[in-house]
């Protein structure tokens, strides 16, 4: 049974960094894409950034060039590398893999 589970989370300053984790267990990581996807207070579910199998990126408008992602197949990992946050990105974020959800970690940015 396939497991998705989100670390890293907390509260930063405006500008600040966090790095997301997210592990999965269960075989065939590698074939498939993996997605972070985070919920505002109040708003809905939306797609943040995601590495396909091949290593191809794709990333919500709002974030690009401030948020990184990666993975490491060899870990069965997908990191969320955050910098120069602002407050519209505290949310709850979630990691998606095969259609499994974590419970996600809360990221809150406030000065």
């Known amino acids: 049974q396939v497991q998705v589970v989100e670390s890293g989370g907390g509260v930063v300053q405006p500008g600040g960094s966090l790095n997301l984790s997210c592990t999965v267990s269960?075989?065939?990581?590698?074939?498939?894409?993996v997605g972070w996807y985070r919920q505002p207070p109040g708003k809905g579910r939306e797609l943040v950034a995601e590495?396909?199998?091949?290593?191809?990126?794709v990333y919500e408008d709002s974030v690009k060039g401030r948020f990184t992602i990666s993975r490491d197949n060899a870990k069965n990992t997908v990191l969320l590398q955050m910098n120069s946050l602002k407050p519209e990105d505290t949310a709850v974020y979630y990691c998606n893999f095969d259609n499994e959800w974590g419970k996600g970690t809360q990221v809150t940015v406030s000065s």
């Open positions: 590495v396909t199998s091949d290593g191809t990126t």
């Open positions: 269960g075989i065939f990581f590698s074939y498939y894409a």
